[in-house]
């Protein structure tokens, strides 16, 4: 009951800027106080890809199956084994803003990676992941003997990884006596 006479009698006497001006300091104190209050959890974007070694050796595990289910389709082939090496792993492309400015005389290149994250956890912005760079395959099957298998292993190699002949050795596969 007190309350509310209270409020009738601000009301009437004209008090209603002094509540709204309190009000307005109250809302202000509890926005400055929700600033010291730890964040929610938010989604942050993935962490940072780190390349282990035996990611390389899944993707060299891998390419090396499939290249030996291929092969051993080629008429004459026969039993295929592949062997692959890399020289590096996977590779990140960062997203970069290039900027160049010409004067006279001089020409300034700057390169901005572009960052992505809130806080503490900021990372540049991949754009792209390239695989490991295969530097040679050897393959050995039974059906090398012929030059007429060996030329169509060099072709389909080289047609399906993208690299030239010279990086490729093929050999006729051995019986292996245990």
Not at 34 to 41: A, E, M, Q, R, T
Not at 95 to 102: L, N, T, V
Not at 135 to 159: D, L, N
Not at 167 to 173: A, E, F, G, N
Request: net charge negative.
């Amino acid at each position: 009951m007190q309350i509310a006479e209270k409020l009738r009698n601000i009301r009437n006497g004209g008090d209603m800027t002094k509540i709204i001006t309190v009000c307005g300091c109250i809302g202000l104190a509890l926005i400055m106080l929700s600033s010291f209050l730890p964040d929610k959890k938010t989604e942050s974007p993935p962490a940072k890809k780190t390349v282990s070694v035996s990611d390389t050796s899944w993707f060299c595990d891998e390419t090396e199956k499939r290249l030996e289910e291929f092969l051993s389709k080629i008429e004459g082939a026969g039993e295929v084994q592949v062997c692959i090496t890399v020289g590096t792993g996977e590779r990140c492309v960062y997203a970069s803003e290039d900027r160049r400015s010409k004067s006279e005389n001089r020409t300034e290149e700057e390169r901005k990676y572009v960052i992505i994250g809130n806080g503490n956890e900021k990372n540049a912005l991949v754009e792209t992941v390239e695989p490991p760079e295969i530097i040679g395959v050897a393959v050995a099957c039974s059906g090398c003997g012929s030059p007429v298998v060996q030329e169509r292993i060099y072709k389909a190699v080289s047609a399906v990884l993208g690299m030239d002949t010279g990086r490729i050795y093929v050999t006729k596969l051995g019986t292996s006596t245990h």
